[in-house]
């Protein structure tokens, strides 16, 4: 079947601008992470869902990002009032309890 | 999660045995160990996962040592598409939760 899926794959946004990056899971399942990963490192854990609930928010960098999963299958990511330093790949995976992450290909975000 | 450690690049000749190592040794009895790869401009990809036993799916084999302290990814016989940054994660857990990646190694495969 589809794999997990992001849009759009590339933004650009004007510092200052808000941007929401959007992700499609793979279909019933139930986890949803999201991780941020700048250039030449590895991806960073940002927030996790089990269905609609976010049950940890821990690698959030700052107020700016929020992230939700109303109905427990679509997530968006949404940073406020973009900082260069935001600058990165937003990685989007999605689980079975208890079994692999499948990642979807990313968003990459550049803050001009 | 347990602390990895692994070398930052590695070389292979296509066709041949890759063998990725990982040192692992604060990992508590319940932690397994999961591999992932990550090709260029492309998300990370699972590979296999373990705990004591040595492991083997149709993509590569985990041998982990019987102290558990170290564990070794092989691809039995590399190509050049596997040519990535691979990962080695113990996370405290579970799959289902955060994975802390570090930096891998990279592994390039030559022709």
């Known amino acids: 079947g589809a794999g997990v899926s992001q849009s759009p794959r590339y933004k650009v946004a004007k510092r200052g601008q808000d941007v929401a990056l959007r992700c499609d899971p793979i279909s019933g399942h139930v986890s949803l992470f999201w991780y941020q990963q700048a250039l030449g490192q590895g991806p960073e854990f940002l927030t996790y869902?089990?269905?609609?609930?976010?049950?940890?928010k821990s690698g959030l960098p700052s107020d700016r990002f929020f992230a939700e999963r109303p109905e427990g299958s679509v997530s968006t990511l949404k940073i406020q009032r973009t900082q260069q330093e935001d600058s990165a790949v937003y990685l989007c995976?999605?689980?079975?309890?208890?079994?692999?992450?499948?990642f979807g290909p990313g968003t990459r975000l550049t803050v001009t | 999660d347990a602390k990895t450690t692994q070398p930052p690049s590695m070389d292979c000749a296509e066709g041949r045995a890759a063998n990725l190592p990982c040192n692992h040794s604060?990992?508590?009895?319940?932690?397994?160990v999961y591999w992932y790869r990550q090709i260029h401009s492309q998300g990370p990809q699972y590979i296999i996962h373990g705990l004591k036993n040595n492991e083997t799916n149709e993509m590569a084999s985990l041998i982990i040592t019987e102290d558990r302290k170290s564990s070794t990814l092989i691809l039995p016989h590399a190509t050049l598409r596997d040519t990535a940054v691979y990962y080695c994660i113990a996370p405290s857990g579970g799959s289902n939760y955060k994975l802390t990646f570090g930096k891998g190694t990279l592994l390039t495969v030559n022709p």
């Open positions: 995976a999605s689980s079975v309890p208890g079994y692999e992450q499948y």
């Open positions: 604060t990992i508590s009895g319940n932690e397994y």
């Open positions: 869902f089990q269905n609609e609930a976010q049950l940890d």
